[in-house]
């Protein structure tokens, strides 16, 4: 691989036609002499300036150019111009999301005019290609979506390249010796984008951080955090400062907030958490009703605005949960001491209070800073095992509930007893749950119970197994609650007047041509579908999603479903959540691991204390800042898993899987292993039997002579034939197809 010199040689210019408008449109303001253009171009040969001046006078004449004054030339513009998204393929052609088309338009890799994935740039439509499709040019890059690339060096004696890691990057980038930062060949780097000549192939960068060696599990998983752009420790100063916090519990701060530490009070998380968020206190009243408190760790009284820890909580906006380690979005003195909710422990807590009846009615809901104390910590299982260890209900009252915690899902490993009255109240509360979520799905609601991937690791992060998390009654307990407060909060601040700035948490009705696609594909497995109304659709959709459970096609169908949803997003403009069933929802019950929840704390309180409405501008762009860290962080835990499920199958090489056909395109088919949720490919190329054609009406590759067909859905034999750590890439060889598979 060589480096593109600038010079005496009229190489770089063969297309310069193009060459030449493209610096004239990206400039349409400035006007340039043949001089200029060469300079540009980085020639200065008697040769190619006399190539540059005849071109100059071709365009003049066909009026694609115009010379404005005495040998200079500006670009005529002829055409609109429009603002987009570029999303580029591997092979560099790309298309462009805009605002301004229904559709998204096409732009080839010689219109790309070095633009890269996720830029903003200025483009125009030119023509329309086949079957009608739009057609662009690129203009003018607005705003680099990226500046800095993971991937791997290849060193040579005055320069290096970085291929990236994205197959979404087609250029590598040029680095000279003097910017390698001591990277050795064949390092797994970072490097940071500086600029691109526009004569030069590759755009220039210098490495920022040596990362590893490729395939080593730390090296991989930094990789991971530094494409995306996430930190994974804290700056010395941030740290220091969070150390020196007062975190104790005075008199003092105790008489400014409601006392709840006498009130039964327990957390119910996931067995390896660290950071509890959240605790519930129960209490039957005199008159009846039961009064439940949702607690959730204050963190706004730790983390002050204009400090350097909530600059640095804010760029965060998330915590990172990666296969094998959680990146917190506060440091571990506040993530899993000071404000975690810890059992024998009096904690600050910012509090909404409810009572209610047996229908899960709500009589009187209170909202306020309190302080609470833990009584008793449980994992989920062990909050499951008290539920369905009463599934009858015990008829002479409290002293007959069972209380007993088997050793199989004991957090100490032993069987053991809770106090009747935490049974009780973790039965009591199991049936309000329920109740409401009845209520939510008659109005509506989609129920998502997808299947969750996890892994066994031994103390190096080695994979020994793979295992699904789902979703259980004490599960969904916790979660309708956490779903009450979110949804009271919000009401409570967006039904007051005058209207109030507030963080809301949205979700959009699905996307019609998502759903008719949905429909064409669940309809190959015997689903049908009804999309008349809303009410209908909603309706449709859980049945598909329950008829689905315990099928091989469920993961497949899962997955489909969630694509044709709208992406929910943080915004200070309320327009309800369709998933939900919910006019008004916000997130205020997890501020250690999110930030758009600190901020609701913050504006509750302000409002509580008759505070006037903030600025809704600087509220909107924190809420577009949260989203697009979100949506970083949970493309981060993606790849994290499939790192690990690639790792999983390295050491299961000789084995045969069977698997389900999840994904079908011109160049193979991909292939869902049902034992482990493991993805990979075949390549069409390696399907030697037949010569297969992509047939995209049927989702299906079909043999031209035999006529097999490998349609979504489909059944199939595979064993791994090749594992690429760094590429994160499966590669499987098909073995037979299970043809009573429908």
């Not at 980085?42 to 006399?50: C, E, I």
């Not at 609109?80 to 080839?108: C, M, N, P, R």
Request: with cysteine; net charge negative; proline share 3%.
């Amino acid at each position: 691989m060589t480096r593109k010199k600038k010079g005496k040689s009229n190489k770089g210019i063969s297309n310069l036609t193009n060459t030449i408008l493209s610096i004239l449109k990206k400039d349409r303001n400035q006007s340039y002499n043949y001089k200029q253009i060469a300079a540009k171009l980085g020639v200065n040969d008697a040769s190619s300036r006399n190539q540059i001046i005849k071109k100059l006078h071709d365009l003049t004449g066909k009026k694609e150019i115009e010379e404005v004054e005495r040998g200079k030339f500006k670009a005529i513009m002829n055409a609109e111009y429009h603002t987009g998204i570029l999303d580029i393929s591997a092979k560099g052609s790309g298309y462009i999301i805009s605002d301004d088309f229904d559709e998204d338009v096409f732009i080839s890799s010689n219109n790309i005019n070095k633009s890269l994935n996720g830029d903003e740039v200025e483009f125009y439509v030119y023509k329309r290609r086949k079957q009608g499709k739009m057609e662009g040019e690129i203009t003018q890059i607005i705003k680099r979506a990226k500046k800095e690339y993971v991937g791997v060096i290849q060193l040579h004696d005055k320069y290096a390249f970085v291929i990236a890691d994205s197959n979404k990057m087609y250029k590598d980038i040029f680095v000279p010796i003097s910017k390698i930062n001591n990277a050795k060949d064949g390092d797994k780097v970072l490097v940071g984008l500086e600029d691109w000549p526009e004569n030069a192939d590759s755009p220039n960068g210098e490495i920022l951080q040596v990362l590893g060696r490729p395939g080593e599990h730390d090296t991989e998983i930094h990789s991971i955090l530094a494409e995306y752009g996430l930190p994974y420790e804290f700056p010395k100063e941030v740290e220091a400062y969070a150390n020196q916090l007062d975190t104790s519990i005075t008199k003092e701060e105790i008489s400014k907030r409601r006392d709840m530490r006498e009130v039964l009070t327990f957390t119910i998380d996931p067995k390896d958490a660290k950071d509890f968020d959240d605790a519930l206190s129960f209490e039957i009243l005199d008159n009846g009703l039961f009064e439940i408190g949702i607690h959730i760790a204050d963190v706004s009284h730790y983390l002050q605005e204009g400090t350097v820890l909530d600059d640095e909580a804010y760029e965060r906006a998330t915590s990172v949960y990666l296969v094998d380690r959680v990146v917190p979005m506060l440091p571990e003195v506040l993530s899993n001491n000071a404000c975690s909710l810890r059992p024998k422990e009096e904690k600050y807590t910012f509090s909404a209070v409810f009572q209610m009846n047996d229908k899960s009615e709500i009589k009187n809901q209170w909202f306020g800073r309190t302080v609470t104390y833990s009584d008793a910590r449980f994992a989920y299982e062990e909050a499951q095992a008290i539920i369905e260890n009463n599934a009858i209900p015990a008829k002479a009252g409290i002293s007959s509930i069972n209380s007993i915690i088997p050793q199989e899902v004991s957090l100490t490993g032993k069987a053991y007893h809770t106090t009747p009255e935490i049974a009780q109240a973790i039965l009591k509360m199991n049936e309000l749950a329920k109740v409401m979520r009845k209520k939510r799905m008659s109005h509506g609601a989609i129920s998502f119970d997808k299947v969750e991937v996890k892994f066994n690791l031994d103390e190096q992060a080695n994979p020994l197994g793979v295992y699904f998390k789902t979703s259980e009654d004490a599960n969904k307990l916790i979660e309708e609650f956490m779903l009450l407060a979110n949804k009271k909060v919000a009401e409570f601040i967006g039904k007051q007047p005058p209207k109030k700035t507030f963080v809301y948490r949205v979700h959009d009705e699905p996307d019609v041509g998502k759903l008719a696609t949905l429909q064409g594909i669940v309809s190959k497995f015997g689903y049908k579908l009804n999309f008349k109304d809303r009410k209908t659709t909603s309706a449709s959709l859980n049945g598909l999603l329950q008829d689905v459970v315990g099928k091989k096609e469920q993961n497949l169908v899962d997955t489909l479903t969630i694509r044709t949803m709208s992406k929910a997003e943080y915004t200070t403009h309320n327009i309800g959540h369709y998933g939900l069933a919910f006019d008004y929802y916000s997130h205020f019950t997890s501020p250690i691991r999110r930030y758009p929840d600190v901020m609701a704390h913050r504006l509750l309180q302000l409002y509580l204390d008759g505070g006037k409405s903030v600025n809704e501008d600087i509220y909107e762009d924190k809420c577009n800042h949260s989203s697009n860290m979100e949506n970083l962080a949970t493309k981060a835990e993606r790849d994290s898993i499939k790192y690990m499920q690639i790792r999983y199958m390295e050491d299961h090489k000789d084995e045969e899987f069977a698997g389900v056909i999840s994904g079908v395109t011109d160049w193979g088919i991909y292939i869902e292993i049902i034992s482990n949720k493991c993805e990979g490919m075949v390549s069409v190329r390696d399907m030697k039997d037949d010569h297969y054609v992509f047939d995209e009406t049927q989702y299906a590759l079909v043999g031209k002579n035999s006529k097999t067909m490998y349609q979504l859905g489909d059944e199939v034999v595979v064993r791994v034939k090749n594992t690429d750590l760094v590429k994160k890439h499966l590669d499987f060889k098909l073995i037979t197809k299970i043809t009573n598979s429908m």
